[in-house]
């Protein structure tokens, strides 16, 4: 019966005008609070789930009563009943999802040089587990050449053929065993999902398994109670997104471009601007001298190192040593921080990395860089050989209503300031159209992918299920992104 009065309600929906809908949904706290009256109810279905929010809170008895007499909801309840939907996925799912992440954590699906990641016996490990998933959770699964898993949920008009992608990756960083060790002296595994303290330890658990289920949980619900979606959804996991990278552009050459992409692979609330990544390789010439067959080092090649960096870049990252310093706005200075040094039997090379915010010209700054490095190189009487390349920053116009909705969802289930955010690293939707990230790593808090000990909190898992749900129901449904 619910399904049936979904899409009654949102075939009127249809013909509404779209309003914000920000105001006076259900805040953190109230939600904080439902969730604590409902922590000892078992939940089976969203319409038991209803009746159980009625008695507890008379308040969103209303919001039950219009959606189940089948009346028109305005914009304001269509907002709130989705919340509600999302704390149903989280209470419903919530223990179940952390089991799945268990096993999904224990497949160590790292890069093993010995094989081409497609032919990686743990990635053709976890693309059976995740189809067996999507099987079981009434959603289609296609393994595109063990590159890409697509997990799509189809939109019910025939006529419209937008696409809302949804970014993570199932490939994680190395671990290595031994120094997976907490300040207590308890050792870790880390293909082992552990939970001490309120945290998830694993490898993947935050970078970026947690992101799979989150969209995949999410899906689950929305198909179960038949959401009239007026675009199809669809999760694309990747495979190389910690390595070469190769995955995502061989998927997009054989596929159709995604219409929106939504990467759950980075910050909230949204980051709607990445700067530009760049590389600046250096090797240092004249730097060898041969004697007698012997090839030597020139006993000053560590100073000339030095005064390169120093000369050029120094000690404060913005590259104003170098005069090409600038700073936009919004997505904040250019920053330029020598990262690696590397010394053999053939030289000697120096590689900066560069975040370029949007401001400037990227063609004219790269031939800007390589002219002054250039002069410097002649006044010095130190010969350089440069190779030096740069991204174009990512920065997406926010006035869409999809966007929008994703701010409103994000801000209000966390309590943060309802403003866009700019990231200085680059996800796999920096290219892709309408690309934005969504999550799941909250701002101020120490990311933990990559690192020893790497996890992820309960409460966080939980509250990515929740947010996740409610974001993908309400785009999902939007007359018009």
């Not at 190395?174 to 997976?180: F, V």
């Not at 969504?438 to 990311?447: D, H, Q, T």
Request: overall charge negative; some cysteine.
């Amino acid at each position: 019966m619910l399904n049936v009065l979904f899409k009654l309600v949102f075939l009127c929906l249809s013909l509404a005008v779209l309003v914000p809908v920000s105001a006076n949904n259900l805040t953190k706290t109230q939600t904080d609070t439902l969730l604590q009256q409902l922590s000892d109810q078992d939940v089976r279905s969203f319409d038991a789930f209803l009746s159980q929010v009625s008695s507890l809170n008379p308040d969103l008895g209303a919001i039950t009563g219009v959606y189940r007499s089948g009346q028109v909801m305005a914009a304001q309840q269509q907002a709130e009943l989705f919340r509600l939907l999302g704390i149903y996925t989280r209470v419903r799912y919530a223990a179940e999802a952390q089991q799945v992440l268990a096993e999904l954590v224990a497949i160590p699906t790292f890069l093993d040089d010995s094989v081409a990641q497609y032919d990686n016996p743990a990635f053709h490990q976890i693309a059976a587990r995740l189809e067996a998933l999507a099987v079981e959770f009434g959603l289609s699964f296609r393994n595109v050449d063990n590159r890409i898993y697509e997990i799509t949920l189809p939109g019910a008009p025939a006529d419209n053929t937008e696409l809302v992608a949804l970014h993570a990756h199932a490939d994680v960083v190395p671990a290595n065993a031994a120094d997976w060790v907490l300040d207590d002296g308890t050792q870790l595994d880390p293909f082992t999902l552990t939970e001490i303290d309120g945290r998830l330890h694993g490898r993947g658990a935050e970078d970026n398994k947690n992101g799979i289920l989150a969209v995949m949980y999410a899906m689950r619900v929305i198909a179960q109670e038949q959401l009239p979606l007026q675009r199809t959804l669809r999760l694309l996991v990747d495979t190389t997104e910690e390595t070469t990278g190769e995955a995502m552009p061989y998927y997009l050459e054989r596929n159709p471009l995604p219409d929106f992409n939504i990467a759950l692979d980075g910050g909230y609330p949204v980051i709607i601007a990445e700067k530009g990544y760049g590389t600046l390789l250096a090797r240092l010439l004249d730097f060898l001298y041969e004697s007698g067959h012997v090839v030597y080092m020139k006993d000053n090649h560590l100073v000339d190192a030095i005064l390169y960096a120093v000369s050029n870049f120094g000690l404060d990252y913005t590259g104003r040593q170098l005069g090409i310093g600038f700073t936009d706005d919004f997505m904040g200075p250019l920053t330029a921080s020598l990262t690696y040094v590397k010394v053999d039997n053939t030289g000697m090379e120096l590689i900066t990395n560069l975040r370029v915010p949007k401001g400037r010209d990227i063609g004219e700054l790269k031939q800007e860089i390589l002219d002054r490095l250039a002069e410097w190189s002649a006044m010095s009487n130190l010969p350089l050989d440069l190779e030096l390349d740069i991204a174009e920053p990512m920065f997406r116009n926010p006035e869409g209503q999809w966007i929008q909705t994703l701010l409103d969802v994000a801000t209000e289930n966390l309590a943060l300031p309802r403003e866009f955010m700019s990231s200085d690293g680059a996800t796999s939707i920096h290219d892709l159209p309408n690309g934005v990230q969504f999550g799941l790593a909250m701002p101020g808090i120490k990311y933990t992918g990559h690192t020893d000990n790497e996890f992820k909190t309960v409460e966080q898992f939980q509250l990515d299920l929740q947010i996740v749900t409610e974001m993908l129901a309400r785009i999902g449904t939007l007359e018009a992104m």
